[in-house]
């Protein structure tokens, strides 16, 4: 028995009710925009991994990794190159995530998590554990987690009065991130010169370097957390008209800003872990996916294909449009994230809304 489809009124939203009883929305524009970005990330990750000093063409690259390639070609894609590309869809796809979980939270476009202090707080767990430690590629990751997941149990407690609520979360986001970038300058002021060399190439955001280690503990985390933050999504899109409405369409509206905000830190965490604090990806990767979407809600998919297809974009560019200079794919995204909000500073202000 196939399920029912029925057409929202005056909206191509559907409404598909399955046999046992479970029912959703399906918007045919959000899903060819999903399809659309999934397939520009891997054809992205396609292209980057047949880049480099050894060039391989698309075709190549394809029929290398379903097992059809050279012994040299094999070695280059699936030990050197792969990994990477993977870790840099797997982090791209992280930060749209949980910048789109925190701006629908926040209510808030700047509501990301780069924006309100949980990007510097993996920053401080990492650099505390180089300039303090000395600690290995390994333990500077976990020092990054266990600063994200501190920094967000903190602004959670600071913004809790009688419930967290998306300005004053926003407000003590942006004040804890300015007292851990001090402590961040704090730190690279009592390093020693190769700390603070090797602190300043983290803090940058970058890929290189990165292989199975970092996929591995990435893929499972989404394995885990994906499926959460999809569940609820549909109590996501309540929140966004506002506490009170939510509570009257009955939507637990502590309980679920709890688990999905422990989501999303732990996904910004781990991202922030495996590649650095990568800047602006989180911040306007949802905005950019919802335009395309034209669609109400976190856009949670559209937003994790945006934020993916984004930086293995930027990698490729940080790679190939400087010659020998190659860059760090943060400041590419840096550079990208300020394009943006310049834009977006125009388009306001022509709107009449700044």
Known sequence: MKPTVKPSPKSSVKAVRTPGGYSFRLDPRSLVVVVGLLVAALAAGVVLVGSGDFDIA???????????GTAQQDFIVNELRLPRVLVGLLVGAALGISGAVFQSISRN??????IIGFGQGSAVGALV??????????EVAVGALIGGLATGVAVYVLAWQKGVHGYRLVLVGIGTAAMLTACIQYLLTKAQLVDATRSMVWLTG???GRDWAQVWPLLALF????????????????LEMGDDAAYALGVPVQRTRTVLMLAAVLLNAAATAAAGPISFVALTAPQLARRLT????????AAGCMGAT???????????????????VGVVTGVLGGLYLLWLLVTERKAGRI
């Open 223 to 238: 394995a885990v957390l994906l499926p959460a933050i999809l569940a609820y999504g549909r109590p996501l899109r309540m």
């Open 206 to 208: 970058s890929l290189d």
């Open 294 to 301: 034209r669609a109400t809600g976190p856009n949670i998919l």
């Open 109 to 114: 476009p700047l509501g990301s998590p780069d």
């Open 310 to 328: 984004l930086l293995v974009v930027a990698d490729w560019a940080s790679q190939r449009l400087f010659g020998e200079s190659k860059l760090p």
């Open 129 to 138: 554990v180089i300039v303090w430690f000395g600690g290995s590629a390994t």
């Open 58 to 68: 698309p075709v190549d690259v394809v029929r290398t990794l379903f097992g059809g």
